[in-house]
């Protein structure tokens, strides 16, 4: 088995997410530049065995820049649905408004993070995309989360462990069914369970004092 030993520093919870947008910006740095995420899925996982705790499935009418990027170009959104099915019609109905979203993500974090605390994040890409959408969506209504510098992305280690390079072909290796669609907490569920997995495998396999 391994130590049990753990580092100064080390963490008690991991913030698992994922979300789902009107699409992503691919001529600059930060993805959420010009979009929105329209879905979030958050699971509290617990930090040394990657078991859930508690999750959020959270779904969120456009805004007002959507809105007025719809206005200008007709095709605003259109690709992105065609990957999860949100529309902008089923969101009016069905969603949140952007900052009622803001409110419930600030308290799932502050109960588990506390005000000062740093999120330590898992999700697939989930350095490079989901955290730039939630910082951009958290900004707007004047709160700014502390990220930490490491975070835990489902994408690298399952081609590192698997050779998988998409989340389809990871999930697909973990043996979970085929997505129609994604769905927000779906995939938060799968990017961690799909690291839990491969925990476990290595766990099982292989004794190491990690921590020495």
Same mark, same amino acid.
């Given at each position: 088995?391994?130590?049990?030993?753990?580092?100064?520093?080390?963490?008690?919870?991991?913030?698992?997410?994922?979300?789902?947008?009107?699409?992503?910006?691919?001529?600059?740095?930060?993805?959420?530049?010009?979009?929105?995420?329209?879905?979030?899925?958050?699971? #509290?996982?617990?930090?040394?065995?990657?078991?859930?705790?508690? @999750? =959020?499935?959270?779904? $969120?009418?456009?805004?007002?820049? *959507? #809105?007025?990027?719809?206005?200008?170009?007709?095709?605003?959104? @259109? =690709?992105?649905?065609? $990957?999860?099915?949100?529309?902008? *019609?089923?969101?009016?109905?069905?969603?949140?408004?952007?900052?009622?979203?803001?409110?419930?993500?600030?308290?799932?974090?502050?109960?588990?993070?506390?005000?000062?605390?740093?999120?330590?994040?898992?999700?697939?890409?989930?350095?490079?995309?989901?955290?730039?959408?939630?910082?951009?969506?958290?900004?707007?209504?004047?709160?700014?989360?502390?990220?930490?510098?490491?975070?835990?992305?489902?994408?690298?280690?399952?081609?590192?462990?698997?050779?998988?390079?998409?989340?389809?072909?990871?999930?697909?290796?973990?043996?979970?069914?085929?997505?129609?669609?994604?769905?927000?907490?779906?995939?938060?569920?799968?990017?961690?369970?799909?690291?839990?997995?491969?925990?476990?495998?290595?766990?099982?396999?292989?004794?190491?004092?990690?921590?020495?």
């Amino acid at each position: 088995m391994m130590n049990k030993k753990q580092p100064n520093g080390y963490f008690k919870y991991l913030l698992a997410l994922d979300c789902e947008t009107t699409g992503l910006s691919f001529t600059t740095a930060d993805p959420s530049i010009g979009h929105q995420a329209v879905a979030w899925g958050l699971i #509290i996982a617990d930090a040394a065995t990657l078991m859930p705790i508690e @999750k =959020k499935y959270i779904e $969120i009418k456009w805004n007002e820049a *959507s #809105i007025t990027a719809s206005m200008h170009d007709p095709a605003f959104g @259109k =690709k992105a649905e065609a $990957i999860h099915g949100l529309s902008r *019609s089923y969101l009016e109905k069905n969603g949140v408004s952007e900052q009622e979203a803001v409110i419930e993500i600030a308290n799932l974090i502050l109960r588990y993070f506390g005000p000062n605390g740093v999120i330590k994040c898992l999700g697939h890409n989930v350095h490079m995309f989901d955290i730039p959408f939630l910082r951009a969506m958290t900004m707007r209504h004047g709160i700014e989360l502390m990220f930490g510098s490491r975070h835990y992305d489902s994408n690298s280690v399952g081609f590192i462990t698997t050779g998988a390079f998409t989340s389809d072909a990871l999930f697909d290796t973990m043996g979970f069914p085929t997505r129609t669609s994604h769905n927000a907490l779906n995939d938060a569920e799968m990017a961690l369970e799909s690291c839990r997995r491969i925990k476990v495998l290595w766990e099982s396999k292989i004794s190491v004092n990690a921590y020495e």
